[in-house]
């Protein structure tokens, strides 16, 4: 919509046109004392409301002195300067001459020369430059002053403009106006322009007397309001492809409420481990119990965990079914793995070898810091099959990492209550240019395989990282609170771009 000072500029130029044939826009801005680019603004305005006016495009040529022109024409020409550096008695050296003369010196003597002003005498020793004539007319800076009071229109010769344009002291310039004229059309009040045709200016056939804004079909669209993925989702995409390719299948992780018999006992994990304290752990109010588990396997693990069994001396405490009853939100996705690995044993047809993973959230009641809160995601893989070893793990997470663009791993040992051996996985992050903590990974233990009732040639190896880290780096951010959570800037989740772990 034009702003009102836009309608008094339009009613303006609509006046003047009633009152005169034609005016040029370029006058028309000198004699409303506006910029010429609004005249032009207000005159698109009036045409977008039908053919009021007639508007011929016009360039004109006009010449502009340029800083050198503006000095010739307030100190002289170069060529005068020179003439005026020779004593009218005597003479002078040429060396000393051109010394004096400024930084177009030898420009001024050679123009100065030409024009006959000077002469050089050989009768003497060292030869003097002396003047020829007693006085001189400097053309150049008249021209030049004509032209700056005439506000670039004087009359110059054409071999004049050439020479002072090769001397760079002009320049031209082409400005571009228009001759606006009355059109078939013309009024000299703008009328309102609709921009919607409604039901009722069909229904009674008012549309007939209005004037409609004309489609403007340069206009760039309205970017659509849209939906934008997280980037914690885009690097789970990326994430999911990766093991997908790797030949993994996705757990189902759907279950955020886990049993601690799942979270905890089948992974060997004992009752009075401190990760399963309230300080570490978020337990369940209501339900407070978990529902059926499977009698006889639960009995298995009560053994292994008690006495012992399948070749290990178990913790030697007395395992309590309630405390393996009770709920809580998991604190890893290891439990979905547990349960996974649980039906694997005991599918129909017996075990198969299997490769799973998982991306979802896990809780943990923590210290929360800059890189810590209650829940993150747990991205994990786990493979099933005769005769695994901590070869194959080492070779699958090379792949693996490989694929995120990490090709230098290294391997400290660690422990884990659930695999033997544990390594916690190291590598050389190229766009970090340092060493960093990437996962942890391990074997699972007999006492967690054999109860299930896998077969005792399976082994399995699994790894374990999480989403946010990588995130983290990969879009730049430093606190956790700015990646998720109610303080985050939903312009970084619209402007991030589409993620490439693969690239740095
Ligand atoms: O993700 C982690 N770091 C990481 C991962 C990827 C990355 O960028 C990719 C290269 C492109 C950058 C960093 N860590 C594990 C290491 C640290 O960040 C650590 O401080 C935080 N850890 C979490 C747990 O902390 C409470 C990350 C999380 C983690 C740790 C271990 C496991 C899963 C997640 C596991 C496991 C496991 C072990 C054996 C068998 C099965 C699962």
């Not at 020829?132 to 004087?154: K, P, T």
Request: proline share 4%; net charge negative.
């Amino acid at each position: 919509m034009a702003s009102q000072m836009e309608f008094d500029l339009t009613e303006r130029i609509l006046l003047h046109l009633e009152s005169c044939e034609e005016v040029d826009t370029l006058h028309l801005a000198q004699q409303f004392g506006i910029e010429h680019q609004k005249i032009v603004g207000a005159m698109k305005s009036i045409q977008a409301h039908g053919e009021l006016l007639k508007a011929e495009a016009l360039t004109h040529k006009s010449l502009q002195l340029t800083d050198e022109g503006q000095s010739v024409a307030l100190h002289g020409s170069h060529e005068a300067i020179i003439y005026a550096a020779v004593p009218d008695e005597g003479g002078i050296a040429q060396a000393d001459l051109l010394a004096s003369g400024g930084c177009n010196a030898k420009l001024g003597f050679s123009k100065a020369m030409s024009q006959g002003w000077l002469w050089l005498d050989k009768s003497v020793q060292p030869p003097l430059i002396r003047r020829r004539v007693a006085n001189i007319v400097d053309h150049v800076q008249e021209q030049l002053l004509q032209l700056q009071l005439a506000g670039g229109e004087a009359q110059l010769s054409a071999p004049d403009v050439t020479d002072y344009k090769k001397r760079k002291l002009l320049q031209e310039l082409s400005i571009k106006s228009f001759r606006l004229s009355k059109g078939p059309e013309f009024a000299t009040t703008l009328t309102k322009l609709e921009t919607d045709l409604t039901m009722d200016m069909l229904a009674t056939g008012q549309w007939q007397q209005l004037k409609f804004k004309a489609y403007n079909f340069d206009a760039l669209g309205a970017s659509p309001m849209r939906g934008q993925l997280h980037p914690l989702l885009k690097v789970r995409t990326e994430f999911r492809q990766i093991f997908l390719e790797m030949g993994f299948s996705e757990m189902a992780t759907n279950n955020y409420v886990e049993a601690s018999f799942w979270n905890f006992d089948a992974l060997f994990q004992p009752q009075q481990h401190p990760a399963r304290d309230a300080h570490d752990t978020f337990f369940i109010k209501q339900p407070a119990q978990c529902g059926e588990l499977p009698e006889d396997y639960v009995r298995r693990v009560q053994t292994v965990h008690s006495v012992g069994g399948y070749g290990s001396l178990g913790y030697g405490y007395e395992w309590q079914l309630a405390e393996a009853q009770k709920n809580l939100l998991r604190t890893h996705t290891t439990a979905v793995s547990a349960r996974i690995l649980f039906q694997l044993a005991n599918r129909a047809g017996g075990f198969k070898p299997a490769k799973y993973f998982s991306i979802d959230k896990v809780f943990r009641n923590e210290t929360l810091d800059a890189t810590h809160l209650a829940e993150f995601h747990q991205v994990e893989g786990v493979i099933a099959d005769v005769g695994l070893t901590l070869g194959d793990l080492i070779g699958t997470l090379h792949e693996f990492f490989c694929k995120l663009g990490i090709t230098r791993l290294e391997f400290k040992p660690a422990y884990n209550p659930y695999t033997e051996p544990s390594m916690e996985i190291f590598c050389y992050h190229p766009g970090l240019a340092k060493w960093i903590e990437v996962g942890n990974s391990g074997v699972f233990r007999p006492e967690l395989l054999l109860p299930m009732g896998l077969p005792k040639d399976v082994n399995v190896i699994a790894w374990g990282l999480s989403l946010e880290r990588p995130t983290m780096i990969k879009y730049g951010i430093n606190n956790i609170r700015d990646l998720v959570g109610p303080k985050v800037d939903l312009k970084m989740v619209e402007d991030g771009p589409i993620c490439r772990l693969d690239h740095v």
